[in-house]
């Protein structure tokens, strides 16, 4: 059976991964490589990493640090974070990435998806989409959620698949950081009006969250940061715990 | 040892690689004839569109080689699917070595692409599942099958039972990408190279 997937996200800033992490057994916590292998060792089925900085002159470091993560990491990773062009992705894809994850650029230029999925196959392109609801609507919001744009988030979801997006990235800016739950609602309306996963983000402070984003929620994957990285939540015991709620999983 | 990569058109085949460095063997990635037959294992790997990677296998003549190959071969993904008779993708005859035709995945419930992590399981003759369970997680991305035949050699349940891996003769084939799939992909892996 198909399983759903539980997915680590590591920020990147200079090449070192940022917010703290609480891994007392990991030789240098700050260190992407170490941190990703120690994920793929411990039962998550993909990981993320996501450049925070993504200027020019760190591109060159990111490349590099995707080159030492595909030489250690067996599982699928994806890199996103200031990627806008067909040189970019292929730069990323050819040090070894998986898939790329795409947001702002895309929503500057929607053409862009059509271009890299031609290019590259549909397969390892993800849309970022990061979602806040206002005055009654959820709205595609860009910059790391600061900038709102005029676009409908159930309308964006539903042009990156036609231009032929991979998977979505759903992040809630409403949730993001609340720990009180992911976007359920929204996220089972996208998922259910598309065929390409959704992987939801933003709000997982329980196991019991990520049990509701996989039933309420209907996503494919879930995706989280902190509680992964200060061990609040461990990803073995976490799907354990779905397993036996009856979800299905890669134990 | 010599493993021969086969260069062509589809898609990125950097995992690829990585996966062989994680094991410690050496490649080459090429398109030439003469290194390809030479090679000791031939790997087909491929992400992409049936159409488009058929034309230029016949463009380079890799077409007739790769039904010739004498040595242990392992195509995965779009490579297995080349293997095949026919791709319902655009309409492509491909090389024939598997006798099955490759079809589309129907649903109205069930999304399409198949993405992510699914259980395979053992049938029958499968020399590259050695060491590992009768069950293993791998990881899928495609929307085009091959059904369950003769050949069959582990099936994986998604809308309807099909074919995750193939095996006659000295061709091995996987629908899943081993070099992503953790430990059992590289333990595979590793099972082809110690063929």
Known sequence: ?251 | MNIAIIKYNAGNVASVMYALDRIGAKYTWTDDEKVIQAADKVIFPGVGEASTAMAYLREKKLDQLIPTLKQPVLATCIGMQLLCKHSEENDTDCMGVFDVNIIRFQSNDLKIPHVGWNSIQATGENDLMKGLNETEFVYFVHSFYAPVYQDTSATCDYIQPFSAMLQKDNFFAAQFHAEISGKVGQKIIQNFLDL
């Open chain 1, 1 to 251: 059976m198909l399983t759903k997937r539980i997915i680590p996200c590591l920020d990147i800033k200079e090449g070192r991964t940022v917010k703290g992490t609480n891994f007392v057994d990991l030789r240098d916590a700050g260190d992407p490589v170490e941190l990703g292998a120690f994920y793929a060792e411990n039962g998550a089925d993909e990981l993320v990493f996501l450049d925070i900085t993504a200027t020019i002159d760190n591109r060159k470091t990111l490349v590099e640090l995707v080159k030492q993560v595909a030489r250690q990491v067996n599982i699928p990773f994806t890199v996103g974070g200031g990627i806008g062009s067909i040189e970019d992705v292929s730069a990323l894809l050819n040090a070894g990435a998986d898939k790329v994850s795409i947001n702002s650029s895309a929503v500057r230029r929607p053409g862009l998806i059509d271009e890299l999925a031609l290019q590259f196959g549909s397969q390892c392109i993800i849309v970022a989409i990061d979602t806040r609801f206002v005055d009654g609507i959820d709205w595609v919001h860009t910059h790391g959620g600061r900038n709102i744009t005029p676009i409908k988030t159930i309308e964006w979801a539903k042009e990156v698949e036609q231009r032929g997006a991979g998977e979505i990235l759903l992040t809630s800016m409403d949730t993001d950081g609340t720990k009180a739950g992911f976007a359920n609602q929204l996220t089972a309306e996208i998922s259910s009006n598309s065929s390409i996963p959704i992987i939801a983000s933003g709000g997982a402070g329980t196991m019991k969250d990520f049990y509701d984003v996989f039933t309420l929620g209907k996503a494919d994957a879930g995706l989280a940061a902190s509680i992964f990285h200060f061990k609040e939540i461990e990803i073995n015991a976490l799907k354990n715990y779905l397993a036996k709620k009856g979800i299905p999983m890669r134990i």
